[in-house]
């Protein structure tokens, strides 16, 4: 079945780094979109970036030169790199098949999440 584990959450000051890991399975990756969404207490889920199959990202506005997303289909990963955080970036962070294409910003699939924290 399709599972998706994601790593790298952690606490950061403003203005730091984080790297968010997602390593996929059960499904033929490397044919697929991947992205990331997040979900901070009290919000809705926010779509934050999609990788497709070719290689075309996708972003929200408000990560736009801060967050970049990769994929290694030799490792069935995507990488979430997240530079500049600022403490409205705090959630937990989801790696997800979109459903359909990424500008969709709909998944039906998704991991356990890793929590993100960005606080001095």
């Known amino acids: 079945q399709v599972q998706l584990v994601e790593s790298g959450g952690g606490v950061v000051q403003p203005g730091g780094s984080l790297r968010l890991s997602c390593a996929a399975s059960g499904f033929a990756s490397d044919y697929y979109a991947i992205g990331w969404f997040r979900q901070a207490p009290g919000k809705e889920r926010e779509g934050v970036a999609c990788?497709?199959?070719?290689?075309?990202?996708y972003y929200t506005q408000s990560v736009k030169g801060r967050f970049a997303i990769t994929r290694d289909d030799a490792k069935n990963s995507v990488y979430l790199h997240m530079n500049s955080l600022k403490p409205e970036d705090t959630a937990v962070y989801y790696c997800?098949?979109?459903?359909?294409?990424?500008?969709?910003?709909?998944?039906?699939?998704w991991g356990q999440g890793t929590q993100v924290t960005v606080s001095s």
């Open positions: 997800a098949k979109p459903y359909g294409v990424c500008t969709n910003w709909a998944y039906d699939y």
């Open positions: 990788i497709t199959k070719d290689g075309n990202t």
